[in-house]
């Protein structure tokens, strides 16, 4: 299933960009990575000439700029979100080993 946005063009003339489920996700995981960097301060996202990023966040409006044609930006995201997602994974791995032990060991007390 793919999403259509139409994206208006001069003299009322329309495309219609079609993303597909992968592009969704991308598009919805770089969003909610810079989301959760600014741990819940994003207040805006703008995109100046095609070519540069504005992120506006925080209580004074803190800008960060962002230069859309360097492709690091875009690796270095996925790098990241694929790091968080490894140390999230660790992290209920962990939860659940421990709460086995903990289960574990109220058990053998109760028992005696």
């Given amino acids: 299933m793919s999403n259509n946005i139409k994206d208006k063009k001069v003299r009322n003339n329309t495309v219609s960009l079609l ?10 995981a770089a969003l909610s990575f810079i989301r ?5 301060r994003l207040k805006n996202i703008s995109v100046i000439n095609d070519r540069t990023a504005v992120i506006i966040y925080g209580k004074h409006k803190d800008r960060l700029m ?14 990241k979100l694929e790091a968080l997602k490894a140390e999230n994974d660790n992290l209920l ?8 032990v903990d289960n574990a060991s109220t058990t053998s007390i109760a028992s005696n």
Avoid: H, V
């Fill in 19 to 28: 993303f597909s489920n992968n592009d969704n996700i991308n598009i919805s």
């Fill in 36 to 40: 959760n960097k600014l741990q819940g």
């Fill in 66 to 79: 962002i230069d859309l044609k360097d492709n690091n930006y875009y690796e270095d995201l996925e790098e």
């Fill in 93 to 100: 791995l962990y939860q659940q080993k421990t709460s086995l």
